[in-house]
């Protein structure tokens, strides 16, 4: 069965100090590997999709990176807004729907 | 303008009962989806709705039906609800059918089934 697994499961970090979050997939055949951020009450939003390895993306402080087993989320002196369960997703083997990992959620103290 | 929403936030009922929650989109996507997110925060699919056509999750009991009335809303039906029906539901949106596309999704629905 495909699984996604990411770890930590929580992290703290003062304002500033960078860190990276993982993201490990099992399916065969990446159809793409998807980052979300969930806040408290809310829907997961939409941040970046990789689709092979070697890729990157950025935005703001966040950047995302993949290779064949696994995919970081990596923060860049991160500010208390940053706050949130940052959700990674595989898609099934049927390419249609997604598969989501626990999450990490991630506080950052001011 | 809200893109997905859902009603109500939040919704407590008896074992036995009979509940809705409706989900309406206005972004002009053509695939809507119901997830569900357990106490461990796990997101789980349960359903896919694109033209007509209902794709679904086969993990999910027959106690639950989703009912589109029209390619903005996709309604989730539960019956005979159980404790263990209890988790968040999501209803979320995308452009196109898997491959990738990017989902919106709603606030979520808190049920809680006493």
């Known amino acids: 069965e495909d699984q996604v697994t990411q770890s930590p499961e929580a992290l703290r970090l003062q304002e500033g100090e960078s860190s990276s979050l993982n993201c490990s997939y099992t399916?065969?055949?990446?159809?793409?590997l998807f980052w979300y951020r969930q806040d408290p009450g809310k829907g997961p939003e939409f941040l970046f999709t990789?689709?092979?390895a070697g890729e990157e993306k950025e935005k703001e402080r966040l950047k995302a990176t993949l290779t064949k087993k696994e995919s970081f989320l990596h923060i860049t002196a991160p500010k208390p807004e940053d706050s949130a369960t940052y959700l990674c997703?595989?898609?099934?083997?049927?390419?249609?729907?997604?598969?989501f990992g626990p999450g990490t959620r991630l506080s950052v103290l001011p | 303008d809200t893109a997905v929403s859902q009603t109500p936030k939040y919704l407590v009922t008896q074992m036995g009962n009979d509940k809705s929650i409706k989900c309406e989109q206005n972004?002009?996507?053509?695939?809507m989806y119901w997830y569900k997110q357990d106490s461990k925060k796990f997101l789980k699919i349960m359903f896919s709705?694109?033209?007509?056509?209902?794709?679904i999750n086969e993990t999910v009991p027959n106690r639950f039906s989703p009912k589109s009335p029209d390619k903005a809303h996709l309604n989730l039906h539960i019956n005979s609800l159980e404790l263990g029906d209890s988790a968040v539901y999501f209803c979320?949106?995308?452009?196109?059918?898997?491959?990738?596309?990017?989902?919106?999704f709603g606030s979520g629905t808190r049920l809680t089934v006493v």
């Open positions: 709705y694109n033209n007509k056509e209902l794709i």
């Open positions: 979320a949106s995308s452009q196109g059918q898997g491959a990738g596309y990017g989902y919106t």
């Open positions: 972004l002009g996507h053509d695939t």
């Open positions: 997703a595989d898609l099934d083997n049927y390419g249609q729907n997604f598969v």
């Open positions: 399916v065969s055949g990446l159809r793409g």
């Open positions: 990789l689709y092979s």
